[in-house]
T-cell receptor
Framework: GQNIDQPTEMTATEGAIVQINCTYQTSGFNGLFWYQQHAGEAPTFLSYNVLDGLEEKGRFSSFLSRSKGYSYLLLKELQMKDSASYLCAVRAAGNKLTFGGGTRVLVKP | EADIYQTPRYLVIGTGKKITLECSQTMGHDKMYWYQQDPGMELHLIHYSYGVNSTEKGDLSSESTVSRIRTEHFPLTLESARPSHTSQYLC???????????FGPGTRLTVT
């Protein structure tokens, strides 16, 4: 079976850093995705990790440890527009993704 | 411009009606997917297709059906809508060379 856990909600201040953790237990692993989803909109791709380590892309970074079944998404220099849900998704087999419940991040002034 | 489209964006319909949600992509992707998402909840895969004439059921059981007669088109049909079908339906596609899924804007369905 597939089990993906991430916190339900996080609050942070504009300009700060927030780290969103994701742990997974899946039958097979072929990569982990992070998506951003604003309320009422479609998810948009942020990052993809298949090997252990840190991937940096501007203000966003994603880390993966396959041995620990763990990933995090780091958001730096938070802006108000970063208020959204952040979805962790695992590609177990083929191209199918299994999504976690999402972490709603609220950025306050 | 390559993109993925869904129509209608919003639909309110009565119980028992037959509906088809349209999804088209102009990126030439072989793989397409349908997800169901209730407000504030996770996405659940209900159908996917790896190419023309290939369709499979996803992880969440659904009373809907899909077809894939053309690469670019992946419609979802509900033969008899019920209030329990009220949800947001998201279509996505991906290429063979990358695994990133591109999502359409979604159809928000309300069955009264």
């Amino acid at each position: 079976g597939q089990n993906i856990d991430q916190p339900t909600e996080m609050t942070a201040t504009e300009g700060a850093i927030v780290q969103i953790n994701c742990t997974y237990q899946t039958s097979g692993f072929n990569g982990l995705f992070w998506y951003q989803q604003h309320a009422g909109e479609a998810p948009t791709f942020l990052s993809y990790n298949v090997l252990d380590g840190l991937e940096e892309k501007g203000r966003f970074s994603s880390f993966l440890s396959r041995s620990k079944g763990y990933s995090y998404l780091l958001l730096k220099e938070l802006q108000m527009k970063d208020s959204a849900s952040y979805l962790c998704a695992v590609r177990a087999a083929g191209n199918k993704l299994t999504f976690g419940g999402g972490t709603r991040v609220l950025v306050k002034p | 411009e390559a993109d993925i489209y869904q129509t209608p964006r919003y639909l309110v319909i009565g119980t028992g009606k037959k509906i088809t949600l349209e999804c088209s992509q102009t990126m030439g992707h072989d793989k397409m997917y349908w997800y169901q998402q209730d407000p504030g909840m996770e996405l659940h895969l209900i159908h996917y297709s790896y190419g023309v004439n290939s369709t499979e059921k996803g992880d969440l059981s659904s009373e809907s059906t899909v077809s894939r007669i053309r690469t670019e088109h992946f419609p979802l049909t509900l033969e008899s809508a019920r209030p329990s079908h009220t949800s947001q339906y998201l279509c996505a596609s991906s290429a063979d060379s990358t695994y990133e899924q591109y999502f359409g804007p979604g159809t928000r369905l309300t069955v009264t």
